[in-house]
């Protein structure tokens, strides 16, 4: 069973920038949708970004224009690089695998990813 390990969580002023990795811990991921979600205390869980096989990113509302979903070198990880952080994208984030792999139709239900990983943390202050 595959595992994903999220890193680069931290604390932050607002303005501030902050990269998220996403480990596999086997099997690749280039085969998968993968997808980036937050869920800030007392809130609903929100899709950040999702990346579809061929790279193609959709974002949530949100976080366009700030956030970027990236693929690395090696076929296991998943980034989420954050800019301009603000005090409202503080939240638990989570990177999740989709039990599929599909050109250009990533989503950002949660419900339709099968695999998540235990979160990392993220909070800015102003």
């Known amino acids: 069973q595959v595992q994903l390990l999220e890193s680069g969580g931290g604390s932050v002023q607002a303005g501030g920038s902050l990269r998220l990795s996403c480990l596999a811990s086997?099997?690749?991921?280039?085969?998968?949708?993968m997808a980036w979600f937050r869920q800030a205390p007392g809130k609903e869980r929100e899709g950040v970004a999702c990346i579809d096989l061929d790279g193609s990113p959709r974002y949530g509302d949100s976080v366009k224009g700030r956030f970027t979903i990236s693929k690395g070198a090696t076929e296991n990880t998943v980034y989420l690089q954050m800019s301009n952080l603000q005090p409202a994208d503080t939240a638990m984030y989570y990177c999740a695998r989709a039990p599929w792999g599909t050109n250009g139709y990533c989503t950002l239900t949660g419900n339709l990813y099968s695999i998540w990983g235990q979160g990392t943390q993220v909070t800015v202050s102003s």
């Open positions: 086997a099997d690749s991921i280039s085969t998968y949708d």
